[in-house]
């Protein structure tokens, strides 16, 4: 996650992880949903002109569906809405694939994941918050395990991501993965290391014959064989390349907004 990169210098400092991070992870921030103001989508949008790596938007605002489908439409290859914020989720989601970007669903801690359980079929991510959103830097909430593990269940064989974000580092990465989780947002472990692009790379190596649950070793989800960071063509008029994330060549296949698995 970029969110504790400089923000004086972005574009240099995605740069950085570019050869080793799967997905740039953007934090949009309002200072209403959560106490804490970020940046926005004219910054996204300049960001989107000058990095090749795919971006992963997460928008912890007030007001999603009013505000979320323009960074679909500049070129995010990813788009995340928290349930707690948004009216229409499923008119959201639907409207947000609709401009050829994935559809996220973020959960707070305390939200339950069998709030999704209608939802599931029109969305391509589910996002377990394993800290209170609004603030890099927090500990690991052991609650969000469960959670995943939950969450892991509900997904079955869709063809949908599971992503965990909030301190997540090499001491929580596997737990995570065990439970379920294939995409791994990572900040403050990343950027505030002094080598970002190893530190992104550092988990592959920590336990190899990790494997999320219900995945064979050695295999990538079915979404993230392409090379293209959204599973549908997009249909925006944006030639902005996607971009944002952390993550990248991870034990048996992760992914990245952040780290895929």
Not at 11 to 29: F, I, K, P
Request: aromatic share 6%; net charge negative; glycine share 8%.
């Amino acid at each position: 996650s970029i969110l504790s990169a400089d923000f004086a210098d972005l574009a240099r400092e995605c740069d950085r992880v570019a050869g080793s991070a799967d997905w740039l992870h953007v934090d949009v921030m309002d200072n209403h949903f959560v106490p804490n103001l970020t940046l926005g989508l004219p910054v996204v949008e300049a960001l989107l002109r000058h990095v090749s790596t795919p971006v992963d938007c997460h928008l912890m605002i007030q007001d999603p569906d009013r505000w979320a489908p323009a960074y679909a439409e500049v070129g995010a290859g990813s788009v995340t809405f928290h349930l707690e914020a948004a009216h229409a989720p499923v008119r959201l989601a639907r409207e947000i694939r609709s401009q050829g970007a994935r559809a996220g669903v973020g959960l707070k801690p305390a939200t339950p994941v069998d709030s999704l359980v209608d939802l599931v079929d029109e969305i391509d991510m589910i996002l377990i918050m394993s800290v209170e959103p609004g603030f890099g830097g927090q500990s690991f909430l052991e609650l969000a395990v469960p959670k995943i593990r939950r969450a892991r269940e509900l997904i079955g064989g869709a063809d949908i991501w599971l992503q965990v974000d909030g301190g997540v580092s090499e001491s929580t990465i596997e737990r995570c993965a065990e439970a379920g989780a294939d995409v791994f947002v990572a900040g403050s472990a990343v950027f505030g290391s002094g080598d970002p692009a190893a530190a992104c790379s550092a988990p592959s190596s920590s336990n190899p014959a990790a494997t999320p649950a219900g995945r064979p070793a050695g295999t990538r989800n079915s979404a993230t064989t392409s090379s293209s960071p959204a599973a549908r063509p997009r249909t925006s008029s944006s030639s902005g390349t996607p971009a944002e994330a952390v993550g990248t060549k991870k034990p048996s296949g992760w992914r990245a907004s952040c780290f895929r698995w």
